[in-house]
């Protein structure tokens, strides 16, 4: 396996533009985790899947931000009508979730988001 | 809720000297600790872990990091840096969860390590 994986690694895109970014958890993983970085700060939880179901979502998480996880594999993340504030590095994890002891969450390589 | 709180935002040290990156958290309910180191454009990796045991706990590439209940703190250290080492360097908490298991991670702002010859 080769660990989480997130595409695309960098987006550029213009403001008022949907983007949507997918991450693929390391499989056997049924707990899923979306974070989003900006520059200068640590990583802040956005929402987080168990299988199918969406569990938990931050306030950070506005109307515009939707997340998907069908089938309970990939996720996707989307943003509608992006702003300058939504340039971020967004940050895909998974762990085991209730399979055993899950102690530790497994990070992707992240999506870079430019709103210009 | 929880928080974490990095007290240096920079921590500049010659290779070979040793280190201390510190952090406290605050939690009204028992946690998990961690520290993670992320390299430039990439995501995060995982250092170490502290569950329950040992308050010493070692992690990767000759990094350990002492858990004090008291001081609610978990900083990291490393006896003797090496160029390769830096890097940003995160303090992260979990809750406990109904059975055990860890859930959504709190970081801390980081700390960059910045090593020079």
């Known amino acids: 396996d080769t660990g989480v994986s997130q595409d695309p690694r960098h987006k550029i895109t213009k403001r008022g533009q949907n983007v949507t970014f997918r991450c693929d958890p390391i499989s056997e993983h049924n707990r899923l985790y979306w974070y989003r970085q900006t520059l200068g700060q640590g990583p802040e939880f956005l929402t987080y899947?168990?299988?199918?179901?969406?569990?938990?979502k931050s306030r950070l998480l506005s109307d515009r931000f939707s997340a998907e996880r069908p089938k309970g594999s990939f996720s996707t993340l989307e943003i509608q009508r992006t702003e300058q504030g939504d340039s971020a590095m967004y940050l895909c994890?998974?762990?085991?979730?209730?399979?055993?002891?899950?102690?530790?969450?497994?990070f992707g390589q992240g999506t870079r988001l430019t709103v210009v | 809720a929880q928080s974490v709180t990095q007290l240096d935002s920079q921590v500049p040290v010659f290779e070979e000297a040793p280190v201390e990156l510190r952090c406290n958290y605050s939690s009204s309910v028992s946690v998990y600790l961690f520290w993670y180191v992320q390299y430039p454009n990439q995501g995060l990796q995982l250092l170490l872990k502290y569950l329950s045991g040992s308050t010493l706990v070692k992690g990767i590439n000759g990094f350990e990091a002492e858990f004090n209940k008291s001081q609610t703190s978990f900083h990291l250290r490393k006896p003797s840096v090496h160029i390769s080492d830096t890097a940003e360097y995160f303090c992260a908490v979990s809750d406990q969860g109904n059975t055990g298991t860890a859930s959504k991670l709190t970081f801390g702002t980081g700390t960059r390590l910045q090593v020079t010859l």
């Open positions: 994890a998974s762990s085991l979730g209730d399979r055993g002891s899950d102690t530790e969450a497994f």
């Open positions: 899947f168990q299988n199918e179901a969406q569990l938990e």
